[in-house]
């Protein structure tokens, strides 16, 4: 058992820190609580698992993990309240695990139709880890490279094959979004808690961390479940419980944007409701005024937190500097990158996913993100078109275009596509997953029109030929019959 937390200590340098909390994960396993409290677990999970929603909240509880960022800063402290900060330190392995085992599960699910859930985007971003993560085991980390593409066909696998698989197997279109709306509440419910019994370690410099643990990340994961919050807004019907329900949950989110202080976090939450909104008026309305209201109620309550609205005025200029530095280094080195030369510490020194591509990976990597990209926002296009065309799945189109405007600007100010277990993993792989299905299910629903239209074609050419058949009075009928009889008299 020694040689495997020797192996572990050597991914101790990873964004994720994975092998620093798998050694203390098993360290806390051989002991006798630990032991049982593994027993328990493991019975859970079997059990969770035999049902299709039982895997569903796994899968939830997973994303909620991943929405957990351990940090280590000698400047702040931020030590979370009891059980989240036992679950925050063995988030990662725990989380790697249970994503792994969701992969597998979910692959048992029926699929129906032709289901083409692997677009062309969600295959160059595959293409596009594994060229980055290749580079690093080749040139920086091998281990590290290992944990990654482990990751990476996890979440390929599970959000991407899988689950999304649901969709059509049980006839409900919002089942994959369920399971991120399920770990949006767990996130609030975590962070309101948080804040509750531990306010001065969720507001770092007075920035909402909250068990993100980072203010830009808590903004970005914010931003994310917003686009899912619109979704569920706008898809229930008016009055429901469920409307209302979504509308508190994204003022509240709003809040979080707010008082995490993130300029980026703010214009891409703005961003997202109003590409999502931007055909419907009235719902954006409607929005405005139940998550408005919640809002508003919070601020007048902690009035205080109108005071973080100064910094995105006042704050200076974070990121010039270092997006000068990544274009240095690609113009250093502009065909294959930094990556062979670099340091371990400059691997995780992302500020944007566009220029650190190219700082690490040079041309070749800025060759391959950019056809990401492109197929990506082509696919919104014909996502989008297939929305008009098709409109019971108009909502599930703006949700792809929604977080398609999310990440192409999120992306030019941090490096989400540079992860390896991390929260935007899984949700890219979601988002292409949802795009596929509104193409399949569209193009499915349009072949299904055209028959129903051929049917009545043929019904009508044969009540043409036939006319004795039709029982009911038609002018052309009764003259050819009186003609046939006064003929054959």
């Not at 330190?89 to 692959?107: E, G, T």
């Not at 066909?153 to 649901?166: D, I, Q, R, S």
């Not at 809002?295 to 005025?313: G, H, M, N, Q």
């Not at 078109?385 to 599930?396: D, E, F, I, N, T």
Request: glycine content about 10%; hydrophobic content about 55%; proline content about 3%.
């Amino acid at each position: 058992m020694q040689l495997l937390p020797a192996i572990l200590a050597q991914a101790r340098g990873t964004s994720i820190d994975i092998g620093a909390q798998a050694s203390a994960f098993l360290d806390a396993l051989f002991t006798p609580a630990g032991f049982a409290v593994a027993v328990f677990g493991t019975a859970t999970l079997g059990v969770l698992l035999v049902s299709r929603s039982g895997t569903r909240l796994i899968a939830a509880f997973t994303i909620f993990l991943l929405s957990m960022m351990r940090t280590d800063s000698k400047w702040v402290d931020n030590t979370l309240i009891q059980p989240f900060e036992t679950i925050r330190n063995y988030s990662r392995p725990i989380a790697l695990a249970l994503l792994i085992i969701v992969a597998i599960r979910s692959l048992a699910f029926s699929r129906v139709g032709r289901q083409k859930m692997l677009m062309t985007p969600a295959a160059l971003f595959l293409v596009y880890q594994l060229l980055f993560i290749s580079m690093i085991g080749v040139f920086v980390d091998p281990v590290r490279a290992g944990f990654a593409v482990i990751c990476y066909l996890a979440a390929l696998t599970a959000f991407t094959f899988g689950l999304p698989a649901l969709m059509d197997e049980e006839q409900d279109s919002q089942s994959l979004l369920k399971v991120f709306a399920l770990a949006g509440l767990m996130f609030i419910g975590a962070n309101l808690l948080q804040l509750g019994g531990g306010y001065y370690n969720a507001v770092l410099q007075g920035r909402l961390a909250g068990i993100a643990g980072n203010a830009q990340q808590m903004a970005a994961v914010c931003c994310a479940f917003i686009a899912v919050g619109c979704f569920f807004f706008a898809s229930s019907e008016s009055g429901s419980w469920r409307k209302w329900f979504a509308g508190v949950a994204l003022g509240i989110l709003g809040l979080f944007v707010l008082w995490s202080g993130s300029r980026t976090g703010a214009v891409c939450a703005t961003v997202t409701v109003l590409a999502f909104f931007r055909a419907r008026v009235g719902r954006l309305a409607l929005l405005g005024i139940v998550g408005g209201g919640t809002f508003a109620v919070a601020v007048s309550v902690y009035s205080d937190s109108l005071d973080i609205v100064e910094r995105f005025f006042r704050g200076g200029d974070t990121r010039s500097e270092v997006w000068a530095s990544a274009i240095a280094d690609f113009v250093d080195s502009p065909i294959f990158g930094q990556l062979p030369i670099t340091a371990d510490d400059g691997i995780n020194f992302v500020e944007s996913t566009y220029l650190r591509t190219l700082a690490l990976m040079g041309s070749i990597g800025g060759i391959v993100l950019f056809t990401v990209m492109f197929s990506w926002v082509s696919s919104a296009v014909r996502v989008w078109r297939m929305g008009r065309a098709v409109p019971s799945l108009a909502l599930h189109a703006d949700f792809f275009i929604a977080a398609t405007a999310f990440f192409v600007l999120a992306n030019a100010a941090e490096g989400f596509m540079m992860g390896v277990l991390t929260f935007f993993i899984p949700f890219i792989y979601a988002i292409f997953a949802m795009g596929a299905y509104v193409l399949d299910a569209g193009e499915r629903e349009i072949e299904a029109q055209d028959e129903q239209q051929d049917e009545l074609l043929l019904t009508d050419d044969g009540a043409d030929d036939h006319p004795d058949s039709d029982p009911g009075p038609h002018p052309g009928v009764e003259t050819v019959r009186s003609t046939s009889g006064g003929a054959a008299r």
